[in-house]
């Protein structure tokens, strides 16, 4: 442990920031899982609302950092492809 004044305030500071960081992962974590439960539920309509909700939290994990942008786009991408590829009726596969 940190004996120094400006070590232990050091020590708070990284505490609250990774609680926040874990805090803004966990929610878009929670927030895939529930688009996953969908999109395996074959609901084409609630999954492509649901797909617009999801670029949401995605753009709001990076501007708090909790996801790179370039991370962000592999996963709105990603996600699309997963979406239209369940909305494609099973005639036309």
Same mark, same amino acid.
């Given at each position: 442990? &940190?004996?120094? *004044?400006?070590?232990?305030? &050091? ?9 926040? %960081?874990? %805090? %803004?992962? +966990? /929610?878009?974590?929670? &927030?895939? $899982?529930?688009?996953?439960? $969908?999109?395996?539920?074959?609901? +084409?309509?609630? /999954? ?9 939290? !995605?753009?709001? &994990? !990076? ?5 790179? @942008? %370039? *991370?962000?786009?592999?996963? $709105? ?8 590829? /369940? +909305? !494609?009726? @099973? @005639?036309? $596969?």
């Amino acid at each position: 442990m &940190a004996n120094h *004044a400006s070590a232990l305030k &050091a020590h708070r500071q990284s505490n609250r920031r990774r609680n926040r %960081n874990r %805090n %803004n992962r +966990s /929610t878009l974590r929670t &927030a895939l $899982k529930k688009f996953s439960e $969908k999109l395996n539920s074959g609901k +084409s309509e609630e /999954t492509a609302a649901g797909l617009r909700g999801l670029y949401s939290q !995605v753009d709001k &994990a !990076v501007r708090k950092g909790a996801l790179s @942008a %370039n *991370a962000a786009a592999r996963h $709105k991408s990603r996600l699309t492809r997963h979406c239209n590829a /369940t +909305s !494609v009726p @099973a @005639a036309e $596969k």
